[in-house]
């Protein structure tokens, strides 16, 4: 590697290995300062200055890092991680040798502090958008950027603060308040790139018209641009998510517009996501559900404009303003999947969805939504929810995660409830009018897989115990993928019905009883009470990753797409199993 901090570059062999401008300063400091430990405070400081961010931020950045230098955390050769202390650079240096400098590489220009408006500064994320990659480079495969904010306004000390979903709101008094600034980072994403913008609102009337809640413009011109992405509270107090023009846009057939009133004076999070080229599909998500979609136009073939302008509670070109409160804005480079919108609502609201003794409360996390922008195949009402429906015809399924920090993306992971763990959970796996058949059941000691994945292959680990419309009760490990235990079909068993299955997980057994009644499996051909369950997950290639996170899933494994209809409902969970089952 070959560091070039006249140039701004990084090269290997002589290719250059793009990072975004702020992870390159980040980089560069690290190795000014290779001789010691530096603080995750002082890169805070020096890389960011004043913009508020988060340690997610800088984990996103270290991320981008390791992956465009090929950087194991594991077994590392360029940077090491010091848990909860900070990092170091470790390589050995050739040719002069940087001497240490206490600033940042290069100035960082300060954030955009208008009149008389609130100087907030932007919350800068290294990633906002696109693929990082290695030029030219062979055997080398285009990588995902990590999914976190590149922008986010958390308005703790908005004007007039108030009560918010999390920590103070800002106030908008419906007269002049307007939160806005300029995108001097260049974190956001324009044109054609796909993007996600999300808030908590609260208000109780549309101040006579229709008002922006939040937008963000780069074109040149700003009346009717169409890249000028924007949150709207519609005179009927729907809301609309567009790309262009005013806030109302009143008989525009290209608007996503909401069914759900939101101005009855609650805290609703708004979202929109817009898929970029080639479909244009954007999408309204109300409260974590999706309320509208539409194709939006694509991008005008005019340039955008030097600079991105954004604002809160009015638009970049003013119009009405809105009256009420904002809390937790947000920007992705992404059109964020429908099971994480609604992960973030549910971690947002605080929702009590679970409650397990000993360990607190927890919130559903919705797992394994078929495609990129397939809804949420869960029907979780009320909320909280004490009964679970699959309303799809593929696996879904909820896993427990809880409240951690803001709910800020990379902690958007399901909680560890250990390793012994007895479950009750009352199931119905019905049978379509084809004789299709249907699973559901618990799972237990598996990874902390984010919303909307799956919970099979890769890296997952531990076990699912279904439920089967036969009566039939098999344990599943999750990887590698393979059955280890089954019983025999349950004599009258009847899948219009709840069932209650009951499991306990004591170091290397398993025990299960369904309807009270203690099962027994078959195991590499013996009759068993007690079902070994091994992790065989770590000699796996890549081994799989036991978090101990704990949840229900739904299948119809032989009939995919076909059938569906499982409930799940009366679900308990204790993090320590009995001494003697059931």
Known sequence: LTLDTLKGTLTAGGEIIHLRPKTFLLFQYLVENHHRLVSKEELFEQIWKDAHVTDSTLVGCIQEIRKAIEDDVRTPRFIKTVPRRGYQFIAPLDGPQPEPVPQAATPIPPPSRPRRLLPLALAAACIAGGAVWLSARKNLVIQEPPRFEVAWWKLDQGPAPVSGVIGNAAHFDGQRTVVEGVDHEGAFPVGAAPRTMMAWIQTTTTNGDSTVLFNYNTAPRLDDSQDSFRLSLRQDGRIAWSRHGWAGQAGRSDLAVSSLRVDDGRWHLIA????????????????????????????????????????LGNGVRRGTYFRGAIDDARIYAYAVRPAIVAALYRCGAALEDLQVPGQGSFYYMPLASPGPHEPVHLDLQPQPASLIRHTGLDYAGVQ???????????????????????????????????????????????????????IQGGSSAGFWVRLHSSGIVTVRRLNPMSTIAFTAPAPGFDPSKFHKLEIAAKGATLQAALDGRLLSFEQAGKTVRHVVIEPAWESASPPGENRGSVGIYFSAEEHRGLAGGQQARNWIVLPQSPSNFP
């Not at 309320?291 to 340039?303: F, K």
């Not at 951690?404 to 993306?409: D, E, N």
């Not at 084809?434 to 059941?441: E, I, K």
């Open 400 to 454: 427990l995660g809880r409240r951690a920090g803001q709910c800020a993306m990379a902690e958007m992971r399901p909680a560890d409830l250990g390793q012994d763990v007895y479950i009750s959970v009352d199931l119905l796996t019905p049978v379509d009018n084809h004789g299709r058949q249907t699973q559901a059941g618990p799972f237990l000691r598996s990874r902390r897989a984010a919303p909307g994945d799956g």
């Open 272 to 311: 929109g996501s817009y898929a970029g080229a080639p479909s244009h599909q954007g999408i309204l998500y109300i409260d974590g559900v999706e309320q509208a979609s539409a194709s939006m136009p694509a991008p005008a073939a005019e340039q955008p404009g030097p600079e991105t302008r954004w604002a």
